[in-house]
């Protein structure tokens, strides 16, 4: 009988073979926590007795969320994490390193292993064959105590893509397609593993933000095959060394299989107040928008903020909307600068926000006014969460939301490319 | 262990940025989250609660970001337990670690309206709207989970561990 990605990894971390609905034990790779739960993280981890992190090296607190503070709270949030860093010898990145996920990514995350973040989005790192998964900040705090934590091995969604994207479709049309197709609790408790012709093609930016999606759809992880394109990328960021091939078996059990052909796709946006509330972007033309946040750790890379500034060079946004851009990274940050796409997108009249959350929660740089609206290239539009109960999230790809910065509305970002 | 309350009867994805905003995230005290829990979906429900009442919801109750201050509001606000269709799983294991129970069920989230008076049992997993009459089962918890929510929480077992292998 075969197995799932998600078999596979958690079988190979906890020593015996598990197969869907088994609970596992297995030690983790990497546990990360952020601004805004990793103070209570770092007080469960007192209050449970704990005294040092099983493995400090593999333990990593980024300070995203509020980067810069806003206010005083945040900044003694941000000195009580500083302080445990410094007390425990684990990594810490600061204000402005950026978002948690993207270093991850970049950095720290490898295939095979098992990855515990106190964050949702954490199902990022799945992009790179890593059973990746969010928790909240005391189960995260026992697995920084103990390096260890339970898992139920998820049962698997397959997601398999044939076809090739038209021009002006991207990866971020796919999945916002697949989350209105299967719900915003299509896949709760499940894997989502993707396969197909599409995404053995797929480079990593794309499959990150994938894999970032896949909660929106209720899933514990976002899986993707490590491949030889997981293998250049870990070269790329020199890492090389840690690449091991990942497939799923043929023949592994599969609780559902969706097939979907890209080329029927077509731009699409999530309407507020749910990520499974999708339409055309042509079908929402003549939407005004008040604001456009281009970023986060869905749509923050140098590929992204490379497809806007190909739509945006030499013209101007509309004077009507703000447009509001924030690299998912210093390294991306610096890459955007180096190939001339901030100088493009700030003469276009963005404003070009710190690496890190940024607008995409609401707590600071970019709360709404009521009754505005707001395009977004981030993964989530709940009522209030950019700050505003009175306000209105649609989500979208970076080419739709660079269009409809110029339009002033939401535009289908073919009729200017 | 038997709980009884009124219920508070919500729809479905309830997620975790309505049950607490990430304006509050910086809060600690359990009792301030209290104050502001629903507060962007039911402006209500802060002075309506009262200790013991029970949270009925549709499907995927606490879906979003991770945020554990959710189960923690809730719980401080004086709701005894959560009865939905389905459960977000972030959210399903915060609300375990934290010592607030859980039952899913979608027969009683759909035969419960707000103002019903309902009755839980968390062992045998029976949930009786008494306003009704009418009787449901949810799934009992496995056991490692049972152990959990007998310890009082995550952090209290982690305690227990420790304490016992000094």
Request: hydrophobic share 40%.
């Amino acid at each position: 009988m075969g197995s799932t990605l998600a078999e596979k990894i958690l079988s190979r971390n906890s020593g015996s073979a598990v197969r869907a609905g088994d609970i596992a034990v297995v030690p983790v790779d990497l546990a990360f926590v952020q601004d805004t739960t990793g103070p209570l993280t770092v007080r469960q981890f007192q209050a449970s007795g704990l005294k040092r992190l099983a493995n400090p090296k593999r333990t990593v607190l980024f300070l995203d969320h509020a980067a810069p503070s806003p206010r005083s709270e945040h900044s003694n949030d941000h000195l009580l994490m500083r302080r445990f860093a410094e007390e425990q010898g684990c990594l810490i990145f600061d204000v402005g390193d950026g978002v948690c996920h993207q270093i991850v990514a970049e950095r720290l995350a490898n295939p095979g292993e098992v990855i515990v973040g106190a964050d949702s989005h954490s199902v990022t790192a799945g992009a790179l064959g890593a059973f990746a998964t969010g928790m909240g900040s005391t189960d995260v705090a026992i697995a920084m105590g103990l390096g260890k934590t339970w898992l139920r091995v998820p049962e698997t969604m397959r997601i398999l893509t044939t076809g090739k994207f038209p021009t002006g479709v991207f990866v971020k049309d796919l999945i916002l397609h697949l989350i209105g197709k299967i719900g915003a609790d299509g896949a709760t408790y499940k894997s989502l593993e993707f396969g197909g012709d599409v995404v053995d093609g797929m480079g990593m930016p794309d499959r990150l933000t994938i894999a970032n999606m896949a909660v929106e759809a209720g899933a514990k992880v976002g899986l993707f095959p490590s491949d030889r394109i997981t293998e250049s990328f870990l070269k790329k960021h020199g890492r090389g060394d840690k690449y091991i091939p990942l497939q799923p078996d043929q023949g592994a059990t599969c609780e559902t299989t969706i097939e979907v052909d890209v080329s029927k796709l077509e731009p699409t946006v999530s309407r507020p107040h749910t990520v499974d509330n999708v339409a055309l972007a042509r079908e929402l033309k003549g939407t005004k928008i008040q604001q456009v946040f281009i970023g986060t750790c869905t749509n923050g890379r140098i590929e992204d903020l490379e497809v806007a500034a190909a739509i945006l060079k030499g013209k101007e946004r509309n004077s009507r909307t703000r447009l509001l851009i924030a690299p998912a990274s210093r390294q991306v940050y610096l890459d955007a600068i180096e190939k001339g796409y901030i100088q493009t997108l700030v003469k276009a009249g963005a404003l070009i926000l710190p690496p890190g959350c940024a607008a995409c929660l609401g707590l600071h740089q970019g709360i709404l006014a009521d009754g505005e609206s707001c395009l977004s290239t981030a993964n989530r539009n709940f009522k209030g969460r950019m700050g505003n109960t009175q306000s209105f999230i649609y989500l979208a790809s970076p080419a739709t939301a660079a269009a409809s910065a110029l339009a002033g509305e939401i535009v289908d970002p073919r009729e200017v490319m | 262990m038997k709980l009884r309350g009124t219920a508070h009867k919500y729809g479905s994805n309830v997620d975790t940025d309505a049950i607490i905003p990430a304006r509050y995230l910086n809060v600690s005290d359990a009792q301030e989250l209290a104050k502001h829990c629903m507060e962007d979906i039911d402006t209500g429900f802060v002075r309506r609660v009262k200790p013991g009442d029970i949270i009925v919801a549709e499907a995927n109750f606490g879906c979003g970001s991770s945020r554990e201050h959710a189960p923690v509001a809730i719980k401080a606000s004086g709701i005894s337990c959560v009865v939905a269709g389905s459960f977000a799983r972030i959210f399903f294991r915060n609300a375990i670690n934290i010592g607030l129970p859980l039952l899913e069920c979608p027969e009683a989230a759909a035969g419960c309206s707000t103002g019903d008076i309902i009755e839980v049992d968390l062992t045998s997993g029976e949930i009786t709207n008494v306003t009704t009459g009418k009787k449901y089962r949810a799934s009992p918890y496995p056991e490692f989970l049972l152990d959990i929510i007998k310890s009082g929480g995550l952090v209290s077992q982690t305690k227990k561990k420790l304490a016992r292998a000094r």
